[in-house]
C-alpha cells in the first residue's frame, strides 16, 4: 500500500527510485491546476515571477508534517523491526508514538552504553521525504520509567547502503526525551530521502531505554557544482549536502539542496544557515568551466505522472555574471523502456525585467506531458547560472481502459486555467504541531492558576455575603423578643405548706430604651413596684398585702 505525505498548499509528494546518472524525483498531485493558456508548438513562453507571492508554490518541508502511519496503523507491524527486544510485550511493534500495547514502548534487551548498537527500524517500502521525526519514552499508565535522552539517526534507500544523517553543522547526535509522556518532535535540516530509517538510542552511563516513534513527512542528478572566485574569497556553489554519489564531475543517487525546501537569498553570498560558507543556499555552474551552454538535469519517478508545471527558484545577481537560464527544453519518458518523446518541449524564459537583481521563482508550463523519467536542459544566459530550488506540480497517470499506456492528447490541445485547489489531509491522520510540549504545560499551568483565583474569590464573595446576611438577622430583633417573662408578684410560692413567699425576679435590660423607660417613670408592670437590692431586684407586693401579712403573723 503506498504512502502519501503532503506539503506546501497541501499538494502531495510521491518519489521515485534514482538510477544511472539520474535526478530528483520530486512531484506533487494536486486536485485543481493553475497554468498558462498555451498551445503546445515547439516553443511555449514560461511565466517569470518577481514578487516573492510564488515562493509558496515550491517545496516548504516545515509544512510537510504528516504522519506515515506509525500512530495511526498505516505502517503494518511486520514493517517495524529492532535488533532486540527485553520481551514479548517490548517488541518493535509496540514503539509506535502514542501508543501503549504491550508494556508501552519498544525495549531493547542490551544495553546502549558505552556502544550504541540497538535500533527501531521502520520500512516505508518507497521513497518517502522526511522533514520530521518525533518520539516518546515508556510510559505505560504512569508505571514506565525508561526514556532516551538522544538518539542517532540512520537511514537507506535500498537496505543495503545505511547513511548517517547529520544537520548543517555535521552533528549527528539527535536530542531526544525529558520523561516519558511528551513527545518531542525534531526537524530534520536537512531533510532526508529514504526508504528504511533506524533510531539508535543512546545513553551517558548504563542505564535501561524504552523508545515510541513516529516518520513526518522525488531524486536528482546534476553537474557538480562550481567555485566562484569573488573579490578574493570563494564561493562555494556546489550541493554540500548532497548525500548520493560523485563520478566523473556528476552527482547521482542521492538528494540534496535542489529539494531541500531553502529559497536562496537575492544575494548569493548571503544564507539563512549559521555557521556555514558563502554560496551555501544554491548550486551553481560556470559556462567557461562547464565547457557547454547548457545544464543538463535528469529527473526520475516512481511511476508514470501527469507534469502540469515545474517551478525552478534561480538567482539573478547580473552586476555579478549571474542570470536565470534563457531557454528551457525538456525531453519526457513515459516508461524505463520506452525511448524519449519527440521533439523536445522548447520554453523561451522572457527576460524583459532583468535589470532586477533579485531571485526569482520561474513557472514552467510542461503541457501535461505524461512521462516518468524527464530530462531537461537549463541553457546559460550569463557566465553563470545559480539555482537553489526545483519542484513539481504533477498527477498519477491513470491510462484509459481503451487506450494504450501513452498517450499525448496534450499535442494539438491547451492547457485550461484555474487556480491551485489546496487539499485537507485525510480524516483521522495525525498531524504533528509547531507547539512544543513545553509549550502545552505552560498553558494548563496558567489555566490552572486562573482557575484557582477565580475559586478564592469566589469564596471570598460568599463568605462576605453570609456575614451581612447574618448580620441582618441580628440587628433586626425586637426588644420584645428579647424580653423573658416571668412570674407576676401576685403569685405565692408556699415552702413546707408553713411559709410563703413572694416571687422574686430578675429584669433583664436588652436595649437603651428599657432604662429610658424607667428613668422616665413609666411602669412596665402595672401591678408591681421595684426595689433594687445589692445583686438584683425584687419585685415587693403592695404595702396592704405586707400590712395584713404582719398583722396575720402577730395574731
Known sequence: MPFHHRYACGHRLVFGQVTGSAAVAMTTAVQGWWMLRVALVSVALVSVASSSGDDVRHFNPALCRYALGMEDGTIPDSDITASSSWSDSTEAKHGRLSKGEGDGAWCPAGVVYPNATEYLQVDLHQLHFLALVGTQGRHADGHGQEFARSYRLRYSRDGIKWITWRDRSSQEVVSGN????????????????ARMVRFYPLADRVMSVCLRVELYGCAYTAPVGHVMQLSGMPVYLNDSTYDGGIEQGMQFGGLGQLCDGVLGEDDFCETKELRVWPGYDYLGWSRDTLGRGGVDIEFHFEKPRVFHTMQVHSNNRHTQGVRIFNRLECLFKPTLLQKWSSPPLVLAV???????????????????QTAQILRCTFFFADRWLLISEISFFSEPYEPSPNTGFWTNGTANGSLAG?????????????????DSSNTAILIGCLVGIILLLLA???????????????????GSLSSDEMRVHLSVPADHVVINNTHSYSSRYQRIHTFPDDREREGEGEPLWEDAQWIEGP?????????????????????
Open 535 to 555: 445583686q438584683w431586684t425584687h419585685c415587693s407586693p403592695p404595702r396592704e398585702e405586707q400590712g395584713e401579712g404582719m398583722k396575720r403573723k402577730a395574731g
Open 418 to 434: 484555474s487556480n491551485f485547489a489546496d487539499i485537507t489531509p485525510r480524516a483521522g491522520l495525525p498531524v504533528a504541531k509547531d
Open 350 to 368: 522572457p527576460l524583459e525585467d532583468l535589470k532586477d537583481p533579485s531571485s526569482r521563482p520561474i513557472s514552467l508550463p510542461l503541457g501535461a
Open 456 to 474: 478564592v474569590i469566589a469564596v471570598i464573595l460568599w463568605r462576605q455575603y453570609w456575614k451581612k446576611i447574618l448580620g441582618k438577622a441580628q
Open 178 to 193: 525529558e520523561n516519558t509522556y511528551d513527545v518531542v518532535l525534531k526537524d530534520l535540516g536537512p531533510p532526508i530521502v
